[in-house]
């Protein structure tokens, strides 16, 4: 049972924009949420969070184009990415974080996005 899927890749040109939704198959409503993404041959890297609390973290590359959203009620995560530059290609995962209520890291399978120049 996959616990987490996104949505919302694709191919778009530099200066774009696109939002990514990742859904959970259970309650996110006590977790941190958040966004990586990776490159083939590089280690996954931190994008954004958001906890439970709403309070938001971002990586430094993406702050001030990127926001990460919850809506708890329909278990849904989103980012919006704008002004995309080619080097945000990537494949972008979810991550729901462990909770006390709900243990253990949970990742989605991902969606490409690729930005051309």
């Known amino acids: 049972q996959v616990e987490l899927v996104e949505h919302g890749g694709g191919a778009v040109q530099a200066g774009g924009s696109l939002l990514l939704s990742c859904i959970s198959h259970t309650t996110i409503s006590a977790n941190s949420m958040g966004w990586f993404r990776q490159v083939p041959g590089r280690e996954r890297e931190f994008v954004a969070q958001i906890t439970s609390a709403f309070g938001v973290t971002y990586a430094d590359i993406v702050k001030g184009r990127f926001t990460i959203s919850r809506d708890n009620a329909k278990k849904m995560t989103y980012l919006q990415m704008n002004n995309l530059k080619p080097e945000d290609t990537a494949k972008y995962y979810c991550?729901?974080?462990?909770?006390?209520?709900?243990?253990?890291?949970?990742w989605g399978l991902g969606t490409q996005v690729t930005v051309s120049s």
């Open positions: 991550k729901r974080y462990s909770s006390n209520s709900i243990p253990g890291d949970y």
